[in-house]
């Protein structure tokens, strides 16, 4: 059987997705963290629940968003069974993130017992991208380790992706200019490589000079007048 497929499950109600569960899973995203989020990881035409339980089966850690929101409705607690179940198949290991967001240790006792006794992250004391650095120690040491904390906030904070996109540009735009200042040496027709650029005199009593280019497909110009086609020109001369 293949290992998982993902670092991270991420267990939600829908009505908490725009204020904190959507920024939390991008920050994830952006510190390199693979999050299956339903809106990362569905796509047109796939079974929600068979997706979902794709997700639950395949992730290392399931990542629980408790809200009331989340403990009045039906299928985040469906999603949170099924992390027990393979918590407890795995021989106790601790694979359930607990996050509460805007209940109280009260309210997560009367709807899990077990979940109120483990370690939590409050969204009351954190951020998402907070709480997406304090889940990455865990869920990805090895990235934890690798960067410096303030480079690991410019990623959460997506402000380094920002960066490599401005500097992807930049170097778009130089090789635009590049490529345009190549074709002053490329025939225009078929992109042949220039041969040949000089003054050469003229019997004309009113210019002493005219710019020759000439082409390796055969194109020739005079001061920028065609002098001879090119060759690979649909209307070349038989």
Not at 36 to 55: A, C, M, N, P, Y
Not at 90 to 97: F, P, R
Not at 155 to 174: N, V, W, Y
Request: charged fraction near 30%; proline fraction near 6%.
């Amino acid at each position: 059987m293949s290992g998982p497929q993902h670092d991270a499950f991420v267990s939600h109600a829908s009505e908490d997705k725009d204020a904190f569960v959507r920024p939390l899973a991008t920050s994830l995203q952006n510190l390199g963290v693979d999050v299956w989020f339903d809106e990362f990881s569905l796509r047109v035409g796939d079974s929600l629940s068979q997706s979902i339980d794709r997700g639950l089966a395949g992730s290392r850690y399931g990542i629980v968003v408790i809200s009331p929101a989340f403990m009045s409705k039906p299928w985040p607690q469906r999603e949170l069974r099924g992390l027990v179940a393979k918590e407890m198949a795995g021989g106790g290991h601790k694979l359930i993130l607990p996050i509460w967001h805007g209940v109280t240790r009260a309210q997560v006792l009367e709807f899990s017992p077990p979940l109120a006794d483990a370690v939590a992250l409050d969204t009351r004391d954190l951020s998402a991208e907070q709480i997406a650095l304090r889940l990455l120690e865990v869920v990805r040491p090895d990235i934890y380790k690798r960067h410096p904390l303030a480079d690991l906030r410019r990623m959460a904070s997506g402000e380094a992706m920002e960066e490599l996109r401005d500097e992807i540009e930049e170097t778009r735009l130089q090789l635009d200019g590049v490529q345009e200042k190549l074709s002053e040496f490329q025939c225009p027709k078929c992109g042949s490589n220039l041969e040949l650029r000089a003054q050469v005199p003229v019997e004309d009593p009113n210019t002493d000079s005219v710019l020759l280019e000439r082409f390796e497909c055969g194109f020739e110009t005079e001061d920028g007048h065609m002098r001879r086609p090119c060759r690979f020109q649909a209307d070349y001369p038989n």
